[in-house]
């Protein structure tokens, strides 16, 4: 974990951006334009957001059925080279279960150790909008756990093809995703906390936790995953609202409570410019209570737009 153990060793405060790649058809210039203010401020680590193919069928009048892909936001590997490559900063790219069968998951782990690029997190993927529920691919895998114990094994020299005699380790660092208010689909709190001590238990390294708007969910989260020994840091996750539909629009989205204080705030603001000075308020109050609890690294979605944060990074780092 040597870009999450940088920043402990410092015992200062760093922070860590998550971009998604540009929608099909736009340049890579767009994200260097938003990576540019931020590295400037020499993020621990960079993370890139997946996103699996989605498909739509069209039926011929011969009765032909067409598969087309619509994926949206292709090219996470290579903007993640291009980053180590241009910045110098890790980047590390986000590897889902979904859309990948194992042998397709072992050949993507070897192009991405070919490029140097060797923190990972790693995930089960969100459903996409064709299923109403997460159908992991026939010989792939159902759980961000079962993902990670290949790359562990790979780690180790084990391929899918036990045969492979002589083969190159490789030492990826892993990080998983907690959930401080639970994961929508777990029956309960403490049976989805097992699952991410599995994962830990298993060989991830850290966590990144999902976004939260109250800090105590996140204190009483980080007790609790002490608790059961679950001993790694646990990077806070932070986002912003910017615009009013955001006010619904991330509750639903992401399965996440926004405080009282807050909602109340925020549902009164007539314009989105408001909306936004009330957010950025709100988040830079979060980093600091957060910097004062010693967090190792504040870690921001930015969605691929850096105005709003690098004045909040100047505000409280
Ligand atoms: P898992 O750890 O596999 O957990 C999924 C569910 O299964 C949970 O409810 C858990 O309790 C349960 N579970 C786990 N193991 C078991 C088991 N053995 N038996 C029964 N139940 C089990 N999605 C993308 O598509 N692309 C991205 O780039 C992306 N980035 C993300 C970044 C972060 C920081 C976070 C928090 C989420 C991100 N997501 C991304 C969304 C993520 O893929 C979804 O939240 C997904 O629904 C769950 O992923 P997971 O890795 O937490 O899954």
Not at 127 to 147: D, M
Not at 200 to 224: H, R, S, W
Request: include cysteine; glycine fraction near 6%.
């Amino acid at each position: 974990t040597e870009h999450v153990q940088r920043a402990i060793e410092q015992k200062k405060t760093a922070f860590s951006v998550e971009i998604l790649p540009p929608v099909k058809g736009q340049n890579i210039q767009h994200i260097f334009q938003t990576l540019d203010p931020l590295a400037e401020l020499n993020p621990a680590f960079i993370d890139v957001t997946y996103h699996r193919e989605e498909y739509v069928y069209k039926k011929h009048l011969n009765g032909l059925l067409e598969r087309k892909s619509v994926r949206k936001r292709p090219g996470t590997v290579a903007i993640c080279a291009a980053i180590q490559n241009h910045y110098k900063i890790d980047a590390v790219p986000h590897i889902i279960c979904g859309g990948f069968d194992k042998e397709d998951t072992e050949n993507a782990l070897i192009e991405l150790n070919f490029l140097g690029i060797d923190n990972l997190l790693v995930l089960r993927g969100d459903p996409i909008k064709s299923e109403s529920t997460f159908i992991p691919e026939p010989n792939g895998h159902r759980y961000a756990s079962e993902l990670l114990e290949q790359i562990v094994n790979l780690n180790q020299g084990k391929y899918l093809d036990d045969e492979l005699l002589n083969s190159a380790n490789t030492n990826f660092c892993i990080g998983v995703a907690g959930y401080p208010e639970k994961h929508f689909e777990a029956p309960n709190f403490n049976i989805d906390l097992g699952y991410l001590k599995k994962k830990v238990d298993l060989g991830a390294e850290y966590i990144v936790t999902q976004m939260f708007f109250d800090n105590q969910k996140y204190f009483d989260f980080v007790d609790k995953c002490r608790a059961i020994g679950i001993n790694v840091p646990i990077i806070p996750g932070l986002k912003p609202i910017t615009t009013k539909s955001q006010i619904t629009a991330l509750p639903k989205t992401f399965h996440v409570d926004l405080p009282d204080d807050l909602a109340n705030e925020l549902v009164k603001a007539d314009e989105n410019k408001r909306v936004k000075e009330i957010g950025e308020e709100w988040i830079v109050n979060q980093c600091k209570e957060l910097i004062q609890n010693e967090v190792p690294i504040l870690h921001f979605y930015t969605m691929s737009k850096s105005d709003g944060f690098v004045k909040i990074l100047k505000e409280v780092l």
